[in-house]
C-alpha cells in the first residue's frame, strides 16, 4: 500500500511542477493576473495534498501495513 502512496505522490509532485511551468510562462508572456492567481492557488493545493501522501506513505511503511 506504500508503494501506492509513493505513486501517488510522485504523480501529484509532476502536476505541480506542470502547474508551476504554466504559471511561469503566463508571467513571462504578461499574461492575466487572474490566471496566475488560479494557477498559484493550484499550486499550494497539489503541494499540501503531495505533502499529505508523502506522510501517509511514511506512516504506512512505519506501522507495518494493515494489521
Request: aromatic content about 8%; proline content about 1%; glycine content about 8%.
Amino acid at each position: 500500500m506504500s508503494t501506492v502512496f509513493n505513486i501517488l505522490a510522485i504523480l501529484v509532485m509532476v502536476a505541480v511542477v506542470v502547474v508551476l511551468v504554466r504559471g511561469l510562462v503566463n508571467m513571462m508572456r504578461g499574461g492575466s493576473g487572474n490566471t496566475s492567481n488560479k494557477l498559484m492557488q493550484a499550486r499550494v493545493f497539489l503541494q499540501f495534498i503531495a505533502l499529505v501522501l508523502i506522510m501517509l506513505a511514511l506512516w504506512y511503511s512505519r506501522s507495518g501495513g494493515p494489521a
